[in-house]
Nanobody, 122 residues
Framework: QVQLVESGGGLVQPGGSLRLSCAASGRTFSNYAIGWFRQAPGKEREFVAARYWSGINRIYADSVKGRFTVARDSAKNTMDLQMNSLKPEDTAVYYC???????????????WGQGTQVTVSS
């Protein structure tokens, strides 16, 4: 059974940093893309970043480019999202998802985690 578990969310002040982790289990993910998405109250789920589990290609939403980095932590076997220079508008529930292609649409991802809350506020 495929399982994705996010961790690392919390409350941070504007300008601060957080690192989210996505732990994947239940199958081999070497051919999968891992995407990070977020959903704020009253808004649709939106793409944040993605990369292949075993590759180096990455894609980012324009709103986070230059501030967020998606990278694999081989020691922990996780796909992490390093978030710097956080803004109040980054407040949302963040989800990781696994799919077959490196795309921005949520419909392209089959397996989803339960989400972790990120709140940026002073």
């Amino acid at each position: 059974q495929v399982q994705l578990v996010e961790s690392g969310g919390g409350l941070v002040q504007p300008g601060g940093s957080l690192r989210l982790s996505c732990a994947a289990s239940g199958r081999t993910f070497s051919n999968y893309a891992i995407g990070w998405f977020r959903q704020a109250p009253g808004k649709e789920r939106e793409f944040v970043a993605a990369r292949y589990w075993s590759g180096i290609n990455r894609i980012y939403a324009d709103s986070v480019k230059g501030r967020f980095t998606v990278a694999r932590d081989s020691a922990k076997n996780t796909m992490d999202l390093q978030m710097n220079s956080l803004k109040p508008e980054d407040t949302a529930v963040y989800y990781c998802a696994a799919g077959g292609s490196l795309i921005r649409s949520p419909s392209g991802y089959v397996h989803w985690g339960q989400g972790t809350q990120v709140t940026v506020s002073s």
